[in-house]
């Protein structure tokens, strides 16, 4: 079981990690800066998703070591800020876009 646990964690880390990488590619390309920032903080929640099953992970693998345990207090903890001030972002973003006038 928990080996089952370890490859649902890679699996979901891989994939933060591709969808971070296309949101960076795409919020670069995109000419709205409203669009932009949405793209961004979409990024930022990937991104910490990514961190906290990292840190999952080696919660899973790496036993004991008080190093160890510092090092994954410390990625939890960057992984869930970077989810609430991407879901801030997001937030703001979203209802910007909303009040949005064409400028046609």
Known sequence: MILFIKYVLFVLMMACLIGAAVY??????AQNPLEKGAKRSIMNILLGAMLVSLSLICMFVFRGSTVNVIIEAVFLLIGSFNIFSGLRSYGFYSRNRKNETPLH
């Open 24 to 29: 960076s590619y795409t919020s670069r390309r």
